[in-house]
């Protein structure tokens, strides 16, 4: 049996793949892999400013401010200032971009769909309960 290093790139990888394949039935080919993870940890976070972004990325503002140019250009995100502060502007996912979401949605679907066909109800049940564990620690 796998060890659970080869077993989780195993899982990594099947996770990508199915992106992959559910980006490219619909032409989504100018985006790459480290651009669609920014632009989930933006969305993830709410429309977060560049110096919210750099210390979830765990970048300097300068390397962020460069990803989101990109990001920008290519019509995924657009910066808004901020009501309170105009100096500071908050990061929105754009029209492109809420697509790039609900893609992202239905390869889930697609990977549940995979993973339910070939589990029981019990192992579904666990499987799902170790998975929130999991959540929860990170």
Known sequence: ???L???ISYFS???EKVLSETF???NIEDLT???FHYLQVISRLHNPTITELSKELKLTKPTVTV???KLESKGYVRREPSDSDKRVAHLHIDEKGKIIEQLRMVAYKRMEERISSE???TEIVILTKILKKLANKF
């Open 1 to 3: 049996m796998a060890n």
């Open 5 to 7: 290093n080869t077993l």
């Open 13 to 15: 990888d099947l996770v």
């Open 24 to 26: 490219n039935s619909y």
């Open 33 to 35: 892999q480290q651009q």
């Open 67 to 69: 990803l989101v140019d």
């Open 119 to 121: 589990l029981n109800e």
